[in-house]
């Protein structure tokens, strides 16, 4: 078998998981909902400029760390939400440990 072969079965295996099937079902319910949405986005793009500051050595400022840390709040009171970064933390944690288990075997550590 040869290594294409065998990503294309790790992609498939990975597209037929549960973590997979329940993170694009409430991806879709999520979808469907364009306030809820668009809140999702709204976090996420706050969170990103927050990783990205801390990631080039800054310190986050306290009051954009405070309005996203409030807006996660917000969101996860929503039960769909709350399920839906549930599900996504699974499925991140699934994908992270892939790449845990490709990197041991590469020596990447």
Do not use: W
């Amino acid at each position: 078998m040869n290594v294409y072969d065998s990503a294309h079965q790790l992609a498939k295996a990975i597209k037929d998981s549960k973590e997979y099937k329940e993170y694009k079902k409430l991806d879709l319910e999520i979808s469907k909902s364009p306030e809820l949405k668009e809140m999702i986005t709204d976090f996420r793009k706050r969170q990103f400029e927050l990783q990205s500051a801390q990631i080039m050595g800054k310190k986050p400022e306290e009051e954009k760390l405070k309005k996203v840390q409030e807006l996660f709040q917000i969101i996860n009171k929503d039960p769909k939400a709350k399920d839906y970064f549930e599900a996504e933390m699974r499925l991140n944690q699934m994908m992270a440990d892939v790449s845990k288990i490709l990197g041991e075997v590469m020596k990447f550590e």
